[in-house]
Each structure stands twice: as structure tokens, then as C-alpha cells.
């Protein structure tokens, strides 16, 4: 494993190492069903710590390119295909590019041929969604929380979640943002609404599946 993490750049050591491997399994030097090289291995390989190579692996589980086996490993469940844009390319400019970006608005969309924007209806089959860990969950947050989770959000969400969700940004996407700077809504038409409200309505936006 020949994998060099920059120690001068402001990309993490862990974002980088899961770029590497991200590069690599969708490049197929790693394909479906393989196993990835253990903790230990890519620790001293790449001269990192173990709990720089256990983060990138646990973001490498959340984004669906791996999965940890019990007592057996890290194995890839990436199919080509499984992704429409390539990831590596949109983790990197996701931020390199982010600051770059405010403030700049162009009136011209880049022309594409017809048909050649894919549109996915993410179904999920019974047998896959985790009924039994979502009602243990259910379960605890009603124990834990009781009245309170009766009381109205504000109208931007829940603070606490807002507080979540910032965490989980910094530290599996490397994005910092505020909770202040989040909003959560009743599904993704009503928080389109707010976008062309805050930002007007005459000016083209992208937006990220998911």
C-alpha cells in the first residue's frame, strides 16, 4: 500500500486517507466483495495513527463503500454504478471549492444532451431497512426525552439536532458550519421554498443527492 497523506495541506489526515481509498475502490484496485488491508496494516504502511485509519474506515461504512464484519474485517460493497458523479472529485471540491464559490452567480447552465440526466427513486426493499434497531431507538428517545419532545421547535429545528448534525459534518465531511447556520424542514420542497425565499428567485441552484 502505497497511499502519501500531506501533512502541510488543511485537508485532515483522515479525509485524505479515505479520498486514497475511495480513488481506489471505485477504480477497482479494490472491487466488490474484496477485503481491505487491517488497522494495523494501513497504520504502518502510511504512517498514520489507528485512530486516524478508524475514522476514515467508519466514513468509508457511512458513505456505503464498505462494511465492517465482526471479527473478520472491513469488506467493499461498492458496486460501479452505485454513485451517479465521481465521489472522489465531489468530496474534494466540496471543499476546496465552498469558499471560492459565495458570492458568484452565473445566468448560463452548462448544456447537456436529453436523457442524459439521471433521475433515481431510492426504494428501499423491506428486508433491508433496520425496523428492529429504528423501534429501539423510538423506543429510547420516548424514555429519554419524554415531554420535552412534545414541546414546538423553533422554526429553524431542533437545536440539539442542529448541534448533531454540525458535529457530523466536521467530522465526516469536513465541513464546518454553525448550528445557527442549518435549517431543518418538513421534507426537501418545503426548504427549496426557503432557498429561492433567501436567496430570490432569479438565480439557478444545485442541489446534492442525497
Known amino acids: 500500500m502505497i497511499y502519501t497523506i500531506d501533512s502541510s495541506s488543511h485537508v ?17 484496485v479494490y472491487p466488490c466483495g474484496s477485503k481491505l488491508p487491517s488497522k494495523r496494516t494501513i497504520t504502518d504502511d502510511v504512517g498514520v495513527s489507528v485512530i486516524t485509519v478508524e475514522h476514515a474506515l467508519s466514513l468509508l461504512c457511512d458513505e456505503g463503500y464498505i462494511e465492517s464484519r465482526e471479527r473478520s474485517g472491513y469488506y467493499v460493497i461498492y458496486r460501479e454504478g452505485d454513485f451517479l458523479t465521481d465521489p472522489v472529485h465531489s468530496s474534494k471540491n466540496s471543499i476546496d471549492t465552498a469558499a ?37 431507538t423510538m423506543r429510547k428517545v420516548l424514555l429519554d426525552k419524554s415531554e420535552s419532545i ?23 465531511r469536513g465541513i464546518f458550519a454553525d448550528p445557527e447556520q442549518i435549517v431543518i424542514g418538513a421534507g426537501a420542497e418545503y426548504l427549496y421554498g426557503l432557498i429561492a425565499q433567501l436567496l430570490g428567485r432569479d438565480h439557478i441552484y444545485a442541489t446534492e443527492d442525497p
Open 12 to 28: 485532515p489526515a483522515y479525509l485524505q486517507l479515505y479520498r486514497l481509498f475511495v480513488r481506489d475502490i471505485t477504480s477497482g
Open 150 to 172: 412534545l414541546v414546538k421547535s423553533p422554526n429553524q429545528g431542533s437545536e440539539e439536532l442542529r448541534e448533531e448534525i454540525s458535529g457530523y459534518l466536521a467530522r465526516s
Open 100 to 136: 471560492g464559490s459565495r458570492g458568484k452567480t452565473s445566468n448560463t447552465l452548462p448544456t447537456a444532451d436529453e436523457g442524459s440526466v439521471q433521475k433515481h427513486t431510492h426504494n428501499t426493499h423491506n428486508g433491508d431497512f433496520p425496523f428492529t434497531i429504528l423501534a429501539k
